[in-house]
């Protein structure tokens, strides 16, 4: 088994026992772990796609829907070589643990097609989106499941996506998916909108630790759309960046980065390290001492190996699963407070559901109502999760996991599923 495999196994495996552990600290029996331990539906499809030099490519994908007694299923599709069935399996649930802390009317969803969109040609990414779409027809829609953008998709992809699905059903297509063109009704907001909640999330660990925004240092690991945008967000509130990092590397700077400079040199992925010759590596970056520190990356970056070595005060989780489960442990027991995925990157959720709200009303918001209503849902979410973490003396992780599985959990029984 390839480590890549092994880490998606890995990232199931520990979403499960946290879900194990927090439904039985909230009094549920056996029978209720059984039931959202595992998505309710796992869809599998192949997907022919006529490539440029005229032959056919068949591509794998998948989309899961792991509960939907609450409401449709709501996640991202994601095209990337190294997606598997258990990755999907475990985000779809981190999705429902998102949509239930932010109280939205969702279920979790998540797809994905193993490609890399890097190394094919616009038209072959758009016979690839439109083949998904025909492959998963049956099974999504505003009332079914609604997909969004995640890793290395756009609104673009999202276009073709929405596009393809009202040729099969006209009469219900713009709430379809959500992530779209703001001329095809996209919410204003959307594309920052993760990076946002996250940059809401710091304000309010940042308050908690009774430290002030102005002039607070906070290091970015990766650089991408989440940790561009919250570098910027952070530049213009006053806070010092003095770290970011990309797949080449990272920059470091005690008096803080010039973010506006490093935005205008960054390439479309995110890169701009190769442009400077002193450098530090990314297992550095993790270990600079910092007030906020925001793993923005890939997954197991915060391990056992170098728990012990973070200075940081604050953890906010940008990215998905950053921080293994033991070496949340460790940063909780040195005093560290860690502001978890489920809750922090909730952001493009909320967003997203803003868009179908709107869709569905015909009714569009200006971008100064959905931040408002934005930082609302994210503070309320913190909050209760912070609350919980103190009341009940469990770690954030753990009483994230709480918050976010009594919402499913409670449907599920209401409708005598248990």
């Known amino acids: 088994m390839t480590d ?5 196994n890995d990232m199931l495996a520990s979403t499960q026992t946290v879900i194990e552990d ?14 959202l331990k595992e998505p309710m539906r796992l869809l599998t499809v192949r997907i022919p796609v006529r490539m440029d030099n005229g032959k056919t490519r068949v591509f794998v994908g998948y989309r899961a829907q792991h509960n939907d007694a609450v409401g449709p299923t709501k996640g991202g599709v994601r095209f990337h070589p190294d997606v598997n069935e258990n990755e999907v ?3 779809s649930i981190w999705m429902s643990l998102k949509c239930g802390i932010a109280d939205l009317p969702f279920g979790g969803g998540k797809g994905g097609i193993i490609c890399d969109p890097r190394q094919m040609s616009f038209r072959e990414l758009e016979r690839l989106s439109r083949g998904y779409v025909r492959a998963i027809s049956q099974l999504v829609g505003p009332t079914k499941d609604i997909p969004a953008p995640d890793v290395m998709t756009n609104s673009q992809i999202m276009a073709w996506m929405l596009d393809e699905y009202s040729r099969i059903r006209e009469f219900d297509s713009p709430g379809f998916i959500t992530g779209k063109p703001i001329v095809l009704g996209g919410s204003l907001g959307r594309e920052t909108a993760t990076a946002r909640g996250v940059a809401i999330m710091i304000d309010e660990a940042l308050r908690v630790k009774g430290i002030q925004l102005n002039n607070a240092t906070v290091v970015i690991q990766g650089f991408g759309n989440a940790g561009s945008f919250l570098a910027k967000f952070m530049n213009d509130a006053g806070a010092k960046v003095i770290g970011i990092s990309d797949v080449n590397g990272a920059l470091y700077n005690k008096e803080g980065l010039d973010i506006d400079s490093l935005l205008d040199r960054r390439d479309s992925f995110g890169t701009v390290t190769n442009l400077f010759r002193e450098t530090i590596t990314n297992e550095e970056l993790l270990q600079l001492e910092c007030d906020v520190l925001v793993p923005a ?3 197991n970056q915060i391990t056992v190996d170098n728990a012990e070595k973070i200075r940081a005060k604050i953890i906010v989780e940008a990215a998905n699963g950053p921080t293994t489960m033991e070496a949340t442990r460790i940063v909780t027991s040195r005093g560290i407070l860690l502001v978890p995925d489920v809750l922090a990157s909730a ?4 967003v997203s559901y803003f868009e179908w709200v709107q869709n569905n009303q015909g009714y569009y918001w200006s971008e100064s109502d959905v931040v408002s209503r934005l930082q609302q849902m994210m503070i309320r979410g ?4 912070h609350d919980l973490h103190l009341a009940r003396k469990v770690d954030m992780r753990l009483a994230a996991y709480m918050v976010g599985v009594r919402k499913i959990a409670e449907a ?3 409708r005598g599923w248990v």
């Open 4 to 8: 890549t495999m092994s880490s998606k």
């Open 22 to 35: 927090a439904l039985r600290k909230l009094g549920y029996d056996e029978q209720m772990v059984e039931l």
């Open 89 to 91: 399996k475990a985000l």
């Open 297 to 299: 990356a890939i997954e």
């Open 347 to 350: 952001g493009g959720v909320i």
């Open 382 to 385: 913190f909050n209760q999760v």
């Open 412 to 414: 599920s029984r209401y």
